[in-house]
């Protein structure tokens, strides 16, 4: 697997915070049963699967076609999890609208379950270890759900990063004891301003 390139932006003396989202290229289709006429507007869509907070296409909505959008192409929608049935999106108003019909499709969340995770800043490829953070309690890498991980830099951290180009790589191991390097890419720490 080719790990994303993804860069990373850190302010010395500033707290990062991010959520990282792991998805298998598998998609999951699923039958839209209705979309309410309301503001965010809510999909029904029966025993649908989605995580919480978990990027989305919709495809093949008659009479509104604004909230089509192809895998791919198109930009995904932020879904938030409402029940095993309903989801929403919090960006769209369907007040004034009829629409009708339409597909749910999503990138299938990676299983997590018993994984551990491990990032590394490091001052050049196999360079000088800079920052190291872990999935263990206060360790800055939180795994919750399927498929996500949540990445907090302290303000202390990143204060004590150089002001320099510097690159990282984050691993998952799964409970099998396979390490895959999901994420990569470079990273520039932008000096402390002191007014």
Same mark, same amino acid.
């Given at each position: 697997?080719?790990?994303?390139?993804?860069?990373?932006?850190?302010?010395?003396? $500033?707290?990062?915070?991010?959520?990282? =989202?792991?998805?298998?290229?598998?998609?999951?289709?699923?039958?839209?049963?209705?979309?309410?006429? @309301?503001?965010?507007?809510?999909?029904?869509?029966?025993?649908?699967?989605?995580?919480? *907070?978990?990027?989305?296409?919709?495809?093949?909505?008659?009479?509104?076609?604004?909230?089509?959008?192809?895998?791919?192409?198109?930009?995904?929608?932020?879904?938030? =999890? @409402?029940? *095993?049935?309903?989801?929403?999106?919090n960006t769209l108003?369907?007040?004034?609208?009829?629409?009708?019909?339409?597909?749910?499709?999503?990138?299938?969340?990676?299983?997590?379950?018993?994984?551990?995770?491990?990032?590394?800043?490091?001052?050049?490829?196999?360079?000088?270890?800079?920052?190291?953070?872990?999935?263990?309690?206060?360790?800055?890498? #939180?795994? *919750?759900?399927?498929?996500?991980?949540?990445?907090?830099?302290?303000?202390?951290?990143?204060?004590?990063?150089?002001?320099? $180009?510097?690159?990282?790589?984050?691993?998952?191991?799964f409970a099998d004891?396979? #390490?895959?390097?999901?994420?990569?890419?470079?990273?520039?720490?932008?000096?402390?301003?002191?007014?």
């Open positions: 697997m080719q790990p994303a390139c993804v860069p990373l932006r850190l302010f010395q003396g $500033a707290t990062f915070r991010d959520v990282l =989202r792991l998805s298998q290229p598998t998609r999951v289709y699923r039958d839209i049963q209705s979309i309410q006429a @309301v503001a965010p507007v809510r999909l029904v869509v029966p025993d649908h699967g989605v995580p919480s *907070e978990w990027p989305v296409w919709v495809v093949g909505v008659q009479q509104w076609p604004e909230i089509n959008r192809q895998p791919v192409t198109g930009r995904p929608w932020q879904a938030l =999890r @409402v029940d *095993e049935n309903t989801l929403e999106i108003s369907a007040v004034g609208q009829r629409p009708a019909g339409g597909q749910l499709i999503y990138l299938a969340p990676v299983d997590l379950i018993s994984c551990t995770a491990r990032m590394q800043i490091r001052d050049r490829p196999g360079g000088q270890l800079l920052l190291e953070l872990g999935s263990g309690p206060g360790q800055g890498l #939180v795994i *919750e759900q399927a498929g996500t991980i949540r990445r907090e830099i302290s303000a202390v951290q990143t204060g004590a990063l150089p002001a320099a $180009a510097a690159v990282y790589d984050l691993e998952v191991t004891g396979s #390490v895959l390097r999901w994420v990569e890419g470079p990273v520039t720490v932008s000096p402390q301003v002191t007014l």
